[in-house]
Nanobody, 126 residues
């Protein structure tokens, strides 16, 4: 099992920034591909960003390209989501997740992930 805990959420003004962190524990003898998803009230959970095991390849939803950056520090078993120029529509609970082995480049799909954190709330005010 892998346990994930998100942190860094909170209230931020539109145009501001936040950095979310996802700390992994448990089976961390090797790195895992990771993703960030979010879910707003009344909406389905959606893909935000993904990152390969080494951090050399990243993926982004069109809605966040140019504004959000995913990164990782494998020595700290931590994945980050830097959120810049945030908009009210970014308001959601943000979840990090571990991508399952053998899923290839299917970073965009929820069923490619096997472990999920409990989420952290991000609220953007206008």
């Amino acid at each position: 099992q892998v346990q994930l805990v998100e942190s860094g959420g909170g209230l931020v003004q539109a145009g501001g920034s936040l950095r979310l962190s996802c700390a992994a524990s448990g089976r961390t003898s090797s790195s895992y591909s990771m993703g960030w998803f979010r879910q707003a009230p009344g909406k389905e959970r959606e893909f935000v960003a993904g990152i390969s095991r080494s951090g050399g390849t990243t993926y982004y939803a069109d809605s966040v390209k140019g504004r959000f950056t995913i990164s990782r520090d494998n020595a700290k078993n931590t994945v980050y989501l830097q959120m810049n120029s945030v908009k009210p529509e970014d308001t959601a609970v943000y979840y990090c997740a571990v991508k399952r082995l053998g899923a290839g480049d299917s970073y965009y799909y929820q069923n490619a992930y096997v472990y999920w954190g409990p989420g952290t709330q991000v609220t953007v005010s206008s």
